[in-house]
């Protein structure tokens, strides 16, 4: 059973530049949620989708958007990179169990670093 | 303040000793909190969930006190392959809410 998968592992770009990183979620679960970290930090929320819907959105600019396709992967899209996106973002996969935590699994993350 | 407080270490400590990690958070309507490991440059991995009576997984050990906000995680027999990141983690009540990472505290166990 494959777990969360991300690509691409690496990526380097300049200001200014887009982005877009892939994630595939754990077979069975039907949510993605997706979180920055900074070096030394731990991973902020960026925004969760269900449904193929943007359900839960944290404190990041319009410059971050996302997709869900119906097979429950999902893309991130960063707009006019700054540097200050350089980090690890993490997509991490969920299903709610109707009862107890609701636990969400994490990929290997991408790491973008923006020049 | 800072939703979820962690002391960042390091803990450094030999192989065989216990360590307890500490945690608090400032959200009262939290629901559900966790303990992930994360080596370096790698993601976080579920350790354990944390249960209101508190719970045991081999040589883990959580506890929460909701009426102090506060979360623990002990480590009995720390074992060289324990080195890593411990990240403290809560969620605000609901099926579907985002984590709430605290910063972190370093564990290395030297030989």
């Known amino acids: 059973d494959a777990g969360v998968t991300q690509s691409p592992t690496h990526l380097i770009k300049t200001r200014g530049q887009q982005v877009t990183l892939r994630c595939s979620p754990k077979s069975g679960h039907d949510t993605v949620s997706w979180y920055q970290q900074a070096l030394g930090q731990g991973p902020q929320f960026i925004f969760q989708?269900?449904?193929?819907?943007?359900?839960q959105r944290g404190n990041f600019p319009d410059r971050f958007s996302g997709h869900q396709f119906p097979n429950y992967s999902s893309e991130l899209n960063v707009n006019a990179l700054l540097l200050g996106d350089s980090a690890l973002y993490l997509c991490a996969s969920s299903f709610y169990p109707g009862a107890g935590p609701y636990e969400q699994y994490f990929g290997p993350g991408t790491r973008l670093t923006v020049t | 303040r800072k939703e979820v407080e962690q002391d960042p270490g390091p803990f450094n400590v030999p192989e065989g000793a216990t360590v307890a990690f500490n945690c608090t958070y400032s959200?009262?309507?939290?629901?559900?909190f966790f303990w992930y490991r994360q080596d370096c440059r790698k993601e976080p991995k579920l350790l354990m969930s944390v249960y209101s009576s508190g719970n045991e997984d081999g040589r883990f050990t959580a506890q929460l006190n909701r009426a102090s906000q506060y979360i623990s995680l002990l480590i009995r027999d720390s074992k060289l392959s324990d080195s890593a990141t411990y990240l403290c983690?809560?969620?605000?009540?609901?099926?579907?809410?985002?984590?709430?990472f605290g910063a972190g505290t370093r564990l290395a166990v030297h030989p």
């Open positions: 959200n009262s309507a939290s629901q559900s």
């Open positions: 983690v809560v969620s605000l009540s609901g099926g579907y809410n985002k984590l709430i």
């Open positions: 989708y269900y449904e193929e819907e943007e359900r």
